[in-house]
């Protein structure tokens, strides 16, 4: 799915899509959704009847019609930023939707198979999949082991193994069965599954609006309340200015001047793209291939100040690599890197792979092939722990290499009547306490050393922990090691602190915790006991590779099932939070210019001396060309910021790894300060375009 | 060069005594030893005794407004009763005649506002026993008052999880038992030692040089300016205020007077400081007053300074005593319209255009530059949350103050509380300056009539109680509008805020990290100045630039009307 063009903001049939549902939009009851626009809407419609009224009388007036038809614009440019964050939604939800075309299924009844329409199960339903089929929809395995190719999901074309029991049960509709035959049992009702939710998210009809953005529009409505009342009253002091001015009461300002200042006023900038970050924010977690179950769940996610991370796979690789060979006395560490190897030509496990590595890169022994040497390889199992190979020798003489736990040496050397040296034992236990693997190699009796395996941590790693101290998150790393090596990893990739030995019920306990000292805490699973620890985490991200249980636990899933994606869920919930406030500054910084261009347009006839000198007009510091310029000037303005910033929204503000107060000077500096001085030269070009064009 | 010293040696009075005396209130609202205690302590005891007050029985925000409403609707029932029955009430040395009702109303309500807007002139109106045990009580508990309520919006803001906010009544007990009582007796010694006076004698007749019969009105002056003065009054025993000889006698005692119009103010800065448990929470919003009020002070100095294009002279005295001149008029009409406090050394009518505005503005603002004691700070606070919720966004994190979030609800109530002083101002002075009642009082054309208007309401509304004065407001509409006004502009917030530190108190508090967003440095001081400015002074650009500021621009093309 990476290979999408995240750069591309839309195409072109988005884009038609989204200018006929501007239009759509425009329905009342839709539109009072959105209060500053929709009161923006009620401005226009109030414009257009004076101008229909005007029309009819004969007193056409070009200046109300051009603001009639800005306003109108004004509505439509923030239903088009909605629309077109809505059809990128869409675009991407769609993508996922072929997935699951109209499939049929094998529903069991009673026993026996019926071809059923995917859509008419229902929950609790069991379903035979095949090699082949299509699995009709969300459920748990509950029998039989099957490969399954999840790549209309993740994008990733390796197939998993789904089986009964266990962590790897959970199958999702659209995905194929390779191998096999499995049992399926239903977990989701139609229409209600993961996807179907996430679909219904980004289309933005069931998008219910988060916490933080319900407290803004407060704030939002708040200000057009205030702005409101200011032009309300405006009428009252400008009777008043004109009967002191000695002037007729009929020049008392008219409705579409009162209404452009309004809008001027009022946050449109904001209030029109609130909702396209919102959802553009939920559509950029889709890209990532997490699907966020609430708006609410991505907020949350920038809210975040702890995170636990499992130690497998987040911090360190999933395997442990062969890092030192450390040979018994009177061995030398050439002879124990050669048997070591030899023991694992055939050893496909990736800590088998990484000795032969070792061995290559330390001392140059290459690979010989298994078959020349008349060797059998002696895979690992349960019950010896231990893997190898025999080598008939060129004198018969039957040559056994083995490797395995210190245990399972010892038992094997004593058997063949050989000694397990102290000093092995010492090293042994060393390596133990570094927090490393220890994996002792024998030949027949003879115990030859101790190949030293260790964990591996990812690369970059450490840097990404500093880079969120710096934003002020503490990472707690998660492991079931013991304290000793737990502490030694902890150290090494630099999180804040650590769990050794811990269990699902330490996790839980760990959340509320955190929890209850004001943290905000996020963390990963995959089993069904972290289902708990998941609904008590504020962000729970499930992996798709993970249970029924903990997906539905959680309030994300990551179709990739890639751990250190939490880290970048959390960097895309703070940068929606940065986009609106960003945006909410910018909106409430254009107001100063706004009303250094309208409030000397209108006073322009008060108090006029002698001399013909209008004493406001000094406030007129961008020299407009005329009054009528002036607050069209301001209108056009409001309503092509909305336009320009929609890829911002859509975007969101870059995001930069740094301190909170760094983070805030820097976003002031651009969309306060900018803010202030941006509209200033916006309002001056537009009056000189509408001076050269000879529009008013 | 003289001027420029006293100025300075007043700001620097200013930031050495407000921490001190912030120090000193946090102790006693935190119940701890004081230097006072045992002066004191029995009168403490006693109230709680005589009252039945279970003084550390805590509230919630329910209880505690409950509190405030209550007391404050006994205490305004009886101002105006003591009004309209004056005549037959002793202590009447002039037999001045009982109140009308509307005046009594509208007197009622200024004083128990703490707004001390008076519509009359006291020495020719009032009684001895209603100056006394009306306003001078008033002038107290009304104090007081403020203090209660930003006493409990700054523990909802420091305690955690909890319900308790305080109790209203050992809050009220404290303020006026250790903190107003005191420094009201100090401060009336030291003015009796300047020369005003204080005495229960006959006002006096004397003859003047011309021959005439002159009444020169006397009574207890002293021990009633120290309290309205200290608790952001502002209500002159005297019409001329603190321009009256008799009230503020000497440039030491100028000086005194707006020392104390700031200082409690001021120092409740600090003692929030204390119970945050963090100076530089408390620094913050002290440095992002004191710059409000230098911006302010600076703007009306030159404005006063700078060349009158209609008297042709700079410098301008009208209006003003020559005992204190141009600075300390100036400095004292910033002052007390920054603090709410609204006693005056000067007419503030007869200010040029751009002071008059700096004035206006700062009451327009809601009394948040230091403003009235207590309610300056919760109006700050409340500034405080609109600029951390909106800013704090910008940092990727659901905006916090002092670890605790700002949500919705937070949001809504400070909204309320910037609105219902806002809807005063405008949609009043809209009324106003539209009907034939609003404009009867008018003596001045032009722009400065709306200015008039303008300043009428916004002093109503900030709880202020200056005026332009050139308006007559002694008539039935003024004084029920105005009446109205200040009951908006001091319950419109009071009510939000206590909703608002009930709220605070049940949130957990998040521990500070690098990715907080922090209320205590010099960003957030500039951030908060934009805010206030544009959020609290933008919306009143309009009818500004209608009154004032056309005003200016006319005057400096020689125009007066």
């Known amino acids: 799915m990476e290979k999408r063009d995240i750069n591309q903001l839309f195409t072109r049939e988005i884009a038609v899509q989204a200018v006929k549902d501007s239009f759509m939009k425009l329905n009342p009851s839709v539109l009072v959704k959105n209060p500053v626009i929709f009161i923006v809407g009620i401005g226009a419609v109030m414009t257009t009847v004076v101008v229909l009224t005007d029309t009819f009388t004969g ?66 339903d069991v379903v035979v999949c095949a090699a082949g089929d299509v699995i009709p929809a969300d459920g748990d395995v509950i029998e039989g082991i099957a490969s399954v190719d999840e790549s209309a999901i993740t994008g990733e074309s390796a ?35 993961f996807l179907d939710r996430m679909i219904a998210l980004v289309e933005g009809a069931k998008r219910q609006k988060t916490p933080n953005e319900i407290a803004l529009i407060i704030l939002l409505s708040g200000l057009t309340i205030i702005f409101l009342l200011v032009v309300v009253c405006m009428p009252a002091y400008f009777s008043y200015s004109l009967t002191a001015s000695g002037l007729p009461q009929n020049q008392n300002l008219t409705l579409p001047v009162l209404i452009s200042l309004l809008v001027c006023l009022i946050p449109t900038t904001i ?3 609130l909702s396209a970050i919102g959802i553009s924010g939920m559509d950029r977690l889709l890209r990532k291939n997490v699907i966020a179950t609430s708006g609410k769940a991505i907020e949350a996610a920038g809210d975040t100040d702890v995170l636990l991370l499992d130690k497998t796979g987040t911090i360190t690789l999933g395997n442990r690599m062969a890092t030192n060979f450390l040979p018994a006395e009177g061995v030398t560490v050439l002879e124990l890197a050669d048997a070591a190897q030899l023991s694992s030509l055939s050893d496909e496990t990736p800590e088998g792979r990484s000795i032969v590595i070792l061995a290559k890169e330390k001392f140059n022994i290459r690979a010989r092939e298994v078959q020349e040497l008349h060797a059998s390889f002696i895979p690992f199992s349960a019950q010896t722990r231990m893997s190898g190979v025999d080598i008939k020798g060129p004198d018969g003489k039957l040559l056994q290499i083995r490797k395995g736990s210190s245990e399972a040496i010892r038992t094997f050397v004593q058997n063949n009547n050989g000694f397990y040296p102290k000093q092995i034992q010492n090293i042994v236990s060393d390596l133990a306490r570094q927090g490393a693997t220890p994996l002792v190699v024998a030949e027949n009796n003879k115990v030859l050393g101790v190949i030293h395996l260790k964990d591996i941590v990812k690369g970059g790693i450490k840097q990404r922990f500093a880079e969120l101290r710096k934003m002020g998150i503490k990472t707690v790393m998660i492991t079931g090691d013991n304290a000793l090596t737990a502490a030694a990893i902890a150290a090494e990739a630099g999180v804040d602190d650590f769990m050794a030995e811990a269990t699902p019920e330490d996790k839980l306990r760990r959340i509320r915790e955190e929890q209850a000292n004001g943290h905000l805490v996020g963390m990963i699973g995959d089993g069904t006991n972290d289902a708990p620890a998941l609904a008590q985490a504020d962000v729970g991200l499930a992996m798709n590779t993970g249970t029924q249980a903990a997906r539905e636990a959680g309030n994300m899933v990551d179709l990739d099932s890639n751990p250190t994606k939490l880290i970048e869920v959390v960097e895309t919930g703070k940068q929606l939070l940065m986009t609106r406030g960003a945006l909410t500054t910018f909106s409430i910084a254009n107001d100063v210019a706004k009303y250094f261009a309208i409030i000397p347009a209108i006073a322009s006839m008060l108090y006029v001396t002698t001399s013909g000198i209008a004493p406001l007009s000094v406030l007129n510091i961008m020299k407009l060309a005329t009054p009528e310029s002036a607050i069209l000037s301001a209108v056009i303005f409001n309503a092509l910021i909305i336009i320009a910033l929609i890829p911002l929204a859509l975007k969101g503000v870059k995001y930069r790894p740094i301190s909170a107060n760094r983070v805030l000077a820097l976003n002031i500096l651009i969309y306060g300060i900018g803010g202030i001085i941006v509209p200033f030269f916006g309002i001056k070009l537009i009056d000189m375009i509408l001076g050269f064009a000879h529009l008013i | 060069m003289n ?49 039945g007050i279970k003084s550390e029985v805590e509230m919630n925000w329910k209880t505690y407004l409950f509190g405030i409403l209550l ?51 006291g020495e020719n109106t009032l009684s001895y026993l209603v100056q006394m045990l009306g306003l001078t009580v008033q002038n107290f508990v009304s104090a007081a008052t403020g203090i209660a309520v930003v006493l409990a919006l700054i523990r909802g803001l420091t305690r955690k999880t909890t319900d308790e906010l305080g109790n209203f009544w050992t809050d009220m007990t404290r303020t006026v038992v250790y903190v107003l009582l005191p420094l009201s007796i100090l401060f009336t010694i030291i003015l009796v030692g300047q020369g005003t006076v204080q005495t229960f004698s006959h006002y006096i007749t004397a003859t003047t040089l011309q021959g005439v019969h002159q009444v020169i009105p006397l009574g207890p002056a002293a021990s009633q300016i120290a309290i309205k003065d200290l608790g952001t009054n502002g209500g002159g025993f005297f019409n001329a205020n603190s321009a009256h000889p008799f009230e503020n006698p000497t440039p030491f005692s100028n000086f005194l007077i707006m020392l104390a119009l700031i200082i409690i103010s001021a120092g409740l800065v600090f003692t929030y400081g204390h119970y945050a448990k963090s100076k530089r929470q408390a620094w913050a919003i ?113 905006p916090e103050f002092l670890g605790k979030k700002v949500e919705a609800f937070e949001i809504k109530m400070a909204i309320l509380a910037v609105l219902a ?59 029920l509008m105005m009446g109205f006004g200040m009951l908006i502009g001091r ?28 209320t205590d440095n010099w960003l957030f001081v500039l951030l908060l100045i934009g805010i206030i400015l544009i959020i609290g002074g933008l919306t009143f650009f309009p009818p500004l630039a209608l009154g004032p500021i056309v005003e200016h621009f006319l005057m400096n093309l020689g125009v007066t009307y």
């Open chain 1, 59 to 124: 007193h056409f007036s070009n200046f109300n019609f051009q603001i009639t038809l800005w306003l109108w614009f004004t509505v439509l440019f923030a239903n088009f930023a909605e629309a077109i964050a809505e059809g990128r939604g869409k675009a991407q939800a769609d993508s996922l939707r072929k997935s699951r075309t109209q499939t049929k299924a094998r529903k069991l009844i009673n026993n026996k198979e019926e071809m059923v329409l995917a859509n008419d199960l229902r929950k609790g």
């Open chain 1, 159 to 193: 197939p998993v193994i789904r089986e009964s029991g266990g962590d790897r049960c959970a199958v999702t509709g659209g995905t194929k069965v390779i191998s096999d035959k499995i049992k399926i049992m239903i977990t989701s009702e139609p229409g209600n599954t």
């Open chain 1, 271 to 273: 209030g029109g793209l």
């Open chain 2, 3 to 51: 001027e420029a010293i006293q100025l300075i040696i007043f700001l620097v009075a200013l930031v050495l005594l407000a921490p001190i005396l912030g120090k000193f209130m946090a102790k006693v609202f935190m119940g701890e030893n004081h230097l006072l205690k045992p002066v004191f302590g029995w009168l403490e005891r006693s109230v709680y005794r005589v009252s």
């Open chain 2, 71 to 121: 007391f404050n609707f006994i205490g305004m029932v009886f101002l105006f009763l003591l009004q309209i029955f004056q005549v037959w009430l002793p202590l009447n040395t002039e037999h001045l005649p009982n109140v009308s009702w509307h005046l009594a109303f509208n007197t009622a309500v200024s004083f128990m506002t703490n707004t001390n807007w008076q519509s009359y002139s």
């Open chain 2, 286 to 398: 002290f440095i992002t007053m004191l710059i409000l009020f230098a911006g302010g002070l600076a703007l009306s100095l030159w404005a006063e300074y700078s060349q009158n294009n209609v008297l042709n002279i700079a410098g301008n005295m009208e209006g003003k005593e020559t005992r204190f001149g141009v600075m300390n008029s100036i400095l004292y009409s910033v002052t007390t319209t920054v603090t709410s406090n609204g006693s005056v050394n000067c007419m503030h009518d007869s200010l040029s255009p751009l002071s008059g505005l700096v004035a206006m503005f700062n009451l327009m603002l809601g009394e948040i530059i230091f403003g009235g004691v207590g309610s300056g700070l919760y109006g700050m606070i409340i500034f405080v949350f609109i600029t951390v919720f909106i800013a704090g966004l910008m940092v990727g994190r659901t």
């Open chain 2, 421 to 479: 002083p806002s809807i005063v101002i405008k949609l009043f002075s809209a009324i106003a300056c539209t009907i034939p009642a609003g404009l009867a009082g008018l003596n001045n054309a032009g722009p400065h009539g709306l200015s008039e208007i303008l300043y009428a309401f916004s002093s109503a509304a900030g709880n202020n109680g200056s005026a332009f004065a050139g308006l007559n407001t002694n008539t039935v509409f003024y004084n």
């Open chain 2, 491 to 518: 319950f419109g917030v009071i009510i939000p805020v206590m909703a608002i530190a009930g709220n605070m108190a049940r949130k957990k508090i998040t521990p500070e990290s690098a990715g907080t967003f922090k």
